[in-house]
């Protein structure tokens, strides 16, 4: 639909960005912090460990200053839960609970909202050592960790985030250091669906204890949502591209939001021997958990067709979060000619972002957040100072149009947070995949100055959000 009038951002559009623990904060095993999954995992070759990562641990005071300079109306950061219980489950860090209230008391000092991820891709090790998600008692160990937060946090947190990407958990493990697969596995599909099943019930709980716990209190799901496309019109292609929108997509969804499993996906689990176990009370503990609003990242949009069982073609292992794999009889990725690649070879596809926001909101009607959107690449600071981000502004542009071409589509939006607030450790390539507002001073191995600067973004975005999204001009 080509809108003769776009509808303006709602007045109380939340505008501000996002980052995750792990990657930003650094102090990984100090201040009574327990190892993570990420700090024991073997890092990819060429990226450096999180010890210090953006230095957020120490100087946060001096970045939320920096996101208030911008307007920010929320910042979405992630709490460390080997920072809160140490050995994940028992002994409480107070260090770590003083951490958290300071960072949530200084974005209050500025009316930011704090929007606060439970869970993004660091299980503590100490739990790993236990049998991580695989074993059952994982649940009730996300449920009291979960406990904790509400309890300390929830006089002032009024909206919070479960599970990061568990999409990606489940799918691309691996790449993002948090595969965890027990001795002796002779099934790998049902023992990561397993995982999932788990994170699913312990989620569902989790939504219910915000609502008893927390005055006021509204919680989402997070996943990495892309629209998938067939890559022709033919039929055969079509079937594929569902099957990819319901593993990757729908499961996540439909669980949250009606507490059962996407029809496809089961049927898919079946055909691998794969259906997870569920426990007493699984079934009732998933249909309690409502959430109040969907957060999902979008990056870009996936591409498919059929993938028949007698075509020899290898599909890379090299897949990550964003980029094309395939499973013989179900799906196969294809790179979609229209559309151009980031510098990290990532689709780039502003349209389809539109058409994911449309698609999510007439399924669930739910309002939704995006609580991460952005673009990854090599920024260099010059010898003055700046950094001429362009790239990310018009990358950003492009996609903030879309969220007012969806609002005008009558998609219910909630606020926007570009990935990320800072520079910080991606997932998988290092800290010189850029993606902040705010430029951290450091390289991969030299720590430099640290000191921050502001990007040509960062007086782009600021502009942009003191206008409420009407000028978007550089
Ligand atoms: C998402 C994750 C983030 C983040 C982002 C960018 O999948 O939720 O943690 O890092 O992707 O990805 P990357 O760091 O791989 O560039």
Known sequence: MIHKQLKPFPK???????????????????????PSCQDVKELPEGTSGLDVCADHYHRYKEDIALMAEMGFKVYRFSISWSRLLPEGTGRVNQEGIDFYNNLIDECLKYDIIPLVTMFHFDMPAALDARGSWSNPDSVQWFVDFAKLMFESYGDRVKYWLTINEQNMLTLVGPVIGTLFIPEGCTNEIKEIYQQNHHMLVAQAKAMVLCHEMVEGGKIGPAPNISLVYAASCKPEDVIASQNLNAIRNWLYLDMSVYGVYNNIVWSYLEEHDATPEFAPGDAEALKNGHPDFIGFNYYNTATCEAFPIDDETVQSSAADQQTQRGEKGFYKGYRNPNLVTTEFGWEIDPVGFRATMREIYSRYRLPLIVTENGLGAYDKLTEDGKIHDNYRIEYLRQHIMQVQEAISDGV????????????????????????????????EFDLKTLNRYRKDSFFWYKKVIETNGQDLTD
Do not use: N
């Not at 909630?414 to 998988?428: E, F, R």
């Open 12 to 34: 109380d559009f939340l505008w501000g960005a996002s980052t995750s623990a792990y990657q930003v904060e650094g102090a990984s095993l100090t201040h009574g912090k327990g």
């Open 412 to 443: 219910e939006m909630m606020g926007y947070c570009p990935w990320s607030a800072i520079d910080l450790v991606s997932t998988h390539e290092g800290i010189v995949k850029r993606y902040g507002f705010i430029y951290v001073d450091r390289d």
